[in-house]
């Protein structure tokens, strides 16, 4: 399985920015896939994911949107609105199949990540 996460940059404060995820190597209908992200000097931290129904950080509610492309789950997207400096952060796509006890919000719990979009949002 391979993620390759996309669309990174600069972007002031109250921008938008799209982040596109594409997987292969695998068949991903069934799995959940995700993004998080790594501020400097902080720990990754679950932002959204996607399976059947959309799950997001109480931070991003409202301004982020994750989606697919199709049902394949081959492209994954985040859509990023009213971008804050706190946003700024490397970006993660992830990707685990489904599994008991599975904690979406632990970036342990997943299997699959890729390597890193870095997002700054300035000022």
């Known amino acids: 399985v391979q993620l390759q996460a996309s669309g990174g940059g600069l972007v002031q404060a109250g921008g938008s920015l799209r982040l596109s995820c594409a997987a292969s190597?695998?068949?991903?209908?069934?799995?959940?896939m995700g993004w998080f992200r790594q501020a400097p000097g902080k720990e990754r931290e679950f932002v959204a994911a996607?399976?059947?129904?959309?799950?997001y950080a109480d931070s991003v509610k409202g301004r982020f949107t994750i989606s697919t492309r199709d049902n394949a789950k081959n492209m994954v997207y985040l859509q990023m609105n009213s971008l804050k400096p706190e946003d700024t952060a490397v970006y993660y796509c992830?990707?685990?199949?489904?599994?008991?006890?599975?904690?979406?919000?632990?970036?342990?719990?997943?299997?699959?990540w890729g390597q890193g979009t870095l997002v700054t949002v300035s000022s």
């Open positions: 992830a990707a685990v199949q489904n599994k008991a006890g599975l904690r979406l919000g632990v970036p342990s719990d997943w299997v699959y």
């Open positions: 996607i399976r059947w129904s959309t799950y």
């Open positions: 190597g695998g068949t991903f209908s069934s799995y959940f």
